[in-house]
């Protein structure tokens, strides 16, 4: 008979202890539930579990220093942490102390046990202490964001490519410079180049430097980019954008890790490690054969896909503050406020250019806002004008590509089921709003029987 699968919960809230142990006693674990983290410790001494769930904020010390029991013991147990205050630093400290993964509160509890189930598979945890730098520009707590911040912490003991994807605005370069803060190579430079921004014939001289002589115009020897960022981390913005030629060539150094200076005969070692971001679709761009295929697979070994602001509208709130609290430093004037009703207007809207739109509104409040308090009022006209998220530019199709992405990232199966579900409720429910529930109506929009039409609407309400 198979050993049961033990694991412990480690919260001083009764509640989340006791919802813990009933969802984790139906899918078929055994547990054992504590309130500090004395006991656990106590505990450890003649039992160890599988696997233990603890919250990080706990009354008599860090959840964390769970990790530093188990280590003392030799115990390899996956600690998964969670707690409901969760920022940036907070994610990658917990990666780096050796967590198995880690959940913002409130959690999805489909969520947690599948993180269990894969923690009570592959026990294995390693705990490595690191240095973590303060990030307050990379801000969220939508769930998000809080998947970018869990990624950023799996990868902060890693120095492999990743590609950032995401719409202009989303804090691609941010989120680069959370990468590099939060690895290995924080110690070295972090040099950013934006290759859309400088001319074709320039840009291979910009990245990989030139002997004197070597072209027009070189009266002396210059180190490129990848000189400069020797030790640490180069960050190539836009690379959906970079001429074929210097696509060729990039290849080249990321396969074999050397290079030439323009015009030079001496061969440089590349120590850097590559981070790249676009806006555009690559798959797009090497089926019209204008991007190399096996460049995005050297560039694409992780992939981090940024949401957009609609999408996390929660944010804006939080967002805003730290906005206007910025720029009246910057500025030296007095700090304004939103109030609830003008967040209200500003989550309707679409922000088709993302945190850099609404950053740049709220360094405009800041100077132009008449009072303390920003009412809705206050608002540029053009942004009062009568726009909704759903007008976005983005079609479905794109939506329903980064969904799917974004859900095989976090491990979820069984997508097309999911994908069918959610598209007939949606498609149902506009339906029915737009004809004020008139089913006969709604039926001929949508082609379909007024008896089919029931027929899946109580489907849906049994589901």
Not at 82 to 88: I, K, V
Not at 123 to 151: C, H, N, W
Not at 209 to 235: D, Q
Not at 367 to 388: C, H, N, T, W, Y
């Amino acid at each position: 008979m198979p050993k049961p699968i033990l694991v412990w919960v480690v919260d001083d809230d009764e509640a989340i202890r006791f919802v813990l142990e009933r969802a984790l006693g139906r899918a078929g674990y055994e547990t054992e539930s504590f309130a500090r983290v004395s006991a656990v410790t106590a505990a450890l001494d003649s039992n160890h579990p599988t696997v233990i769930i603890t919250d990080i904020r706990l009354p008599d010390a860090d959840g964390l220093s769970v990790l530093q029991a188990l280590e003392k013991r030799r115990l390899e147990v996956p600690v998964i942490a969670m707690t409901a205050f969760s920022d940036l630093d907070q994610a990658v400290s917990a990666f780096q102390s050796g967590v198995f993964d880690y959940l913002s509160k409130p959690f999805d509890l489909d969520q947690m046990l599948s993180v269990v189930a894969r923690a009570s598979a592959v026990p294995t945890v390693v705990p490595v202490m690191g240095k973590t730098v303060e990030d307050k520009q990379l801000i969220g707590e939508s769930t998000a964001m809080q998947e970018v911040f869990r990624t950023i912490g799996r990868l902060s003991r890693s120095s492999i490519s990743v590609l950032l994807c995401g719409e202009t605005g989303t804090g691609k370069e941010v989120v680069a410079h959370a990468l590099h803060q939060h690895s290995p190579r924080s110690h070295g430079p972090f040099v950013a180049i934006n290759t859309a921004a400088i001319p074709a014939e320039l840009l291979e001289s910009e990245l990989f430097g030139h002997e004197r002589g070597s072209f027009t115009g070189a009266h002396s020897r210059r180190s490129g980019r990848f000189e400069e960022a020797a030790g640490g981390t180069l960050f190539l913005d836009e690379i959906g954008d970079m001429p074929l030629p210097l696509q060729t060539r990039l290849l080249r150094v990321l396969a074999e890790g050397d290079y030439y200076r323009v015009g030079g005969r001496d061969l440089l070692r590349a120590d850097v490690r590559v981070l790249t971001a676009t806006h555009q679709d690559l798959q797009q761009k090497i089926a019209e054969g204008s991007f190399r295929e096996d460049l995005y697979h050297r560039l694409n070994v992780i992939t981090i896909d940024l949401p957009s602001l609609r999408e996390r509208g929660e944010d804006i709130a939080l967002l805003a503050r730290h906005f206007l609290h910025q720029a009246a430093e910057e500025m030296g004037l007095d700090e304004k406020y939103l109030l609830p009703e003008t967040i209200l207007e500003l989550q309707k809207k679409s922000w088709p250019g993302n945190v850099r739109q609404l950053q740049n509104l709220c360094q405009q409040l800041c100077v132009m806002a008449p009072g303390e308090q920003i009412l809705p009022e206050d608002l540029p006209v053009s942004l009062r004008a009568k726009e909704f998220v759903g007008e976005s530019s983005e079609s479905w199709s794109q939506a329903l590509h980064r969904w799917t992405r974004k859900a095989m990232f976090r491990g979820q199966v069984d997508l097309m089921a999911e994908a069918r579900l959610e598209m007939e409720k949606t498609i149902l429910a506009c339906a029915l709003e737009f004809t004020s529930g008139k089913r006969v109506e709604a039926a001929r929009l949508l082609g379909l029987g007024r008896n089919t039409l029931t027929r899946k609407l109580k489907g849906l309400e049994e589901k």
